[in-house]
C-alpha cells in the first residue's frame, strides 16, 4: 500500500490522471501537429503550380498574339513583287538549292549566272558570297 501522506487522496488521484491523460494524449497531439504541417506545405506547394501554370498560360496567349500580329503586320504588295520577280526568273528552287549546296562544298554553279535577269542574278550572287563566307 502506499504510503499516507498530508494531501487529501482524492487531489492526488485528481493530479495523477491529468498527468496520465497528458502524456497519452502528447503522441495524437504531436502527430496533429505534424499532419497540419504537411497539410499546409502541400497546399502551398499546388497553389505556386497553379500560380505557375496561369503566367505560362499568358505568356503563350501573349507570345501567339504577337506572332500573329506580325503575321497580319507584312506588307503583301512587297511579298507578291518578290514572289513575281523569283517566278519570272525561270529559276526552279532545286536549281537555286542545288547552287547554293555547289557554292558551300566550294565548287562554282554549273550553269551560267550571265543567263538570269539582273535583279535574279545579284540575288544568287549575293546568297553565293554570304554561303562562301
Not at 496567349?61 to 517566278?87: C, P, R
Not at 557554292?103 to 554561303?131: C, H, I, Q
Amino acid at each position: 500500500m502506499a504510503t499516507q501522506t498530508a494531501v487529501n487522496d482524492q487531489i492526488t488521484d485528481a493530479i495523477t490522471q491529468t498527468n496520465v491523460k497528458t502524456l497519452g494524449e502528447s503522441p495524437a497531439v504531436a502527430l496533429s501537429n505534424l499532419y497540419q504541417a504537411v497539410s499546409n506545405s502541400f497546399a502551398l506547394g499546388i497553389q505556386n503550380a497553379t500560380f505557375a501554370q496561369q503566367q505560362s498560360n499568358m505568356i503563350h496567349q501573349t507570345t501567339t498574339t504577337q506572332g500573329v500580329n506580325l503575321i497580319y503586320a507584312v506588307d503583301t504588295e512587297a511579298v507578291a513583287d518578290a514572289s513575281t520577280k523569283i517566278s519570272r526568273a525561270g529559276i526552279p528552287d532545286n536549281t537555286m538549292n542545288s547552287v547554293l549546296i555547289q557554292s558551300l562544298m566550294g565548287k562554282s554553279p554549273s550553269f551560267d549566272l550571265g543567263k538570269l535577269d539582273p535583279y535574279m542574278r545579284n540575288t544568287v550572287e549575293a546568297a553565293l558570297k554570304k554561303a562562301a563566307n
